[in-house]
């Protein structure tokens, strides 16, 4: 498996953009499917974004399609979450997985961080 660090977190007011990184320690990055989840406070984890393997492949949940960009980057071991015109509902703490599966279930993802903090003040 593949160790996981995100990076990026903060507070931002509504309408402002912040970048999150995620970071892979392990051999095996290129070889996995990488998404972005986030989970709210007294909420469950949600999809948010998705990218497969070689990055020609992205999908978005519809609440952020058009704000977000997911990418990655195998030769640094690393995806990216850009997030644009962020709302107050975007508040959560940000979590990206790696797994075998391009899939927006959680539970196709093995390989977890421990995630960043995102707050979004109105």
């Known amino acids: 498996q593949v160790q996981l660090v995100e990076s990026g977190g903060g507070l931002v007011q509504a309408g402002g953009s912040l970048s999150l990184s995620c970071a892979a320690f392990?051999?095996?990055?290129?070889?996995?499917?990488m998404a972005w989840f986030r989970q709210a406070p007294g909420k469950g984890r949600e999809f948010v974004a998705r990218?497969?393997?070689?990055?020609?492949?992205?999908s978005y949940a519809d609440s952020v399609k058009g704000r977000f960009t997911i990418s990655r980057d195998n030769a640094k071991n690393t995806v990216y979450l850009q997030m644009n015109d962020l709302k107050p509902e975007d508040t959560a703490v940000y979590y990206c997985?790696?797994?075998?599966?391009?899939?927006?279930?959680?539970?196709?993802?093995?390989?977890w961080g421990q995630g960043t903090q995102v707050t979004v003040s109105s």
């Open positions: 990218i497969n393997r070689n990055g020609d492949s992205t």
């Open positions: 392990g051999r095996t990055f290129s070889s996995y499917s």
């Open positions: 997985g790696g797994g075998n599966f391009y899939s927006t279930l959680q539970q196709h993802y093995f390989s």
